[in-house]
C-alpha cells in the first residue's frame, strides 16, 4: 500500500500519451507519429492498468493528475476522458493536459473542462516563426494566443505555457519578445517553464553541430527570463519553472519533493519511498508493447530500481537544490567555499542556489553530502 511520504497527503498520477502528430528536431521523449490505430486500445490499456493497480491496493487517490506526452490533446476527447474516469483522484485533484497549440479548440478544451481537467499545458516553445522553424517545430506562432485565451474562455484558472531558448538563429531580442508576447497576453498564464535547449542523442539535432547551442548565449537567456518573469511578479518554482503565487504546479512539486507517483502508459515511470524505502519502475517503452503486454493479462513493467540509504538522500537533496528551499546548509560543505562562491547564499541554515548557482545546480550538486545530522533521510524538503 502506497503512503504518503511528502507530507500532507500528497498523491501523484502521471498518464503518458506517446502519439504525436511530427517529431520535433530536438525531442527525444518516448512518442511516436505512426501509430495512432493503437489510440483506442491504448486508452483501454491505460485504464486496465489502473484497475490492476487499485485491485493490486497500489493506489490512493491522487492529489495531482498529469496527462504528459508526446502529445495527450491528440489523443480523441472521449478517450483521454475514458482513462481519467478510471483514476481514483481527490474531489480537489489538480488535472493537467499537456496541449500543443494546434490542438486547442473550443470544443476540445470546453469538453476537458467538463470532464474535470483543471490546468492546461501549452507546448508554446517561442512566439518567434524563424525559432520555431529552427526546432522543427511546425505549429503556426498565431496560434498561441488564440490557444491561452480558449483556455481562459473555458474556465481555466490554472495555465502554463512551455518555452525553450536557445535555438539557432534566435537573437536575445526574439527571446525578450517570446517573453513579452506571453506576459502580455490578455489573460496571460500564471505558471512559465522556459528550458534550454538540449541536444539530446539520437535527435536530428544531435546530428547538425551548426544548430547546437551555446552555453553562455543560455545563460544570458536564462537571466533575462528570471529577471523578465520576476518583474512580472513571477517567482521561481525550480531552476526552469516559474510561478505566479497561488499558481504552482502541484503535480511538479511532488516530484521536486521526492514523492511517491505513480505512471501510467508506455514508458511511464513510478515512484514509492515506503514501505520498500525508495523503489522506482517503469514500463515497456513502445506503446505496441504496452498495448500487447496489457490485453495479454500480462506485467507492463519493463525494469525496476532500488534507491535507498545515502543514495536516495542525495537524490532528494539534489531535487531539493533545484527549488528555492533548498537544502540544509551542512549538505554543501563549506570548505568548498571558494568554490560555491556567488552561486550559494546561505540562508536560516538553509544553502539556496543564486540565480547563476541555477545556471550551474548540476555542478553545484556534485559538492552535496548527506548531512550527518539526517535521521530521517528526507533532509531536502
Ligand atoms: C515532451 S513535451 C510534451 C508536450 C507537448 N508535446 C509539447 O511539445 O509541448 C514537453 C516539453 O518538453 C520540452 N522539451 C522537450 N525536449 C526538449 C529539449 N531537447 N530541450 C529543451 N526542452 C525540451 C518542450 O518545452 C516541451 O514543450
Ligand atoms: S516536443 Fe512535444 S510535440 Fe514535439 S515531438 Fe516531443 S512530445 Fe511531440
Redesign the pocket.
Known sequence: MVTDPTGPGEFGIYVHVPF?R???D??A?A?YTDRDSLMDRYAEACAAEVRGAEDAGELVPATSVFFG???PSRLPTDALARILAALPRTTDAEVTVEC?PEDATAARLDAYRAIGVTRMSF?VQSTARHVLAALG?RHDPELVPRAVELAHTAGFAQVNVDLIYGAVGESDEDWARTLDDILCLPHPPGHISAYALTVEPGTPLATDAARHPDDDVQAARYELADAVLGAAGFEWEEVSNWARPGHGCRHNTLYWRQGDYRGIGSAAHSHTNFPEGGRRWWNLRTPDRYVAAMEEGLSPVAAEERVQGDARVLEGLMLALRTPAGVPESALPLEEEGLLDGLVERRADRAILTVRGRLMATAVSTFLRVPVTSGTGRPGR
Do not use: D, E, K, L
Open positions: 504525436c511530427h517529431r520535433c530536438y525531442c521523449f512518442t506526452g508526446g502529445t500543443n507546448g517545430r
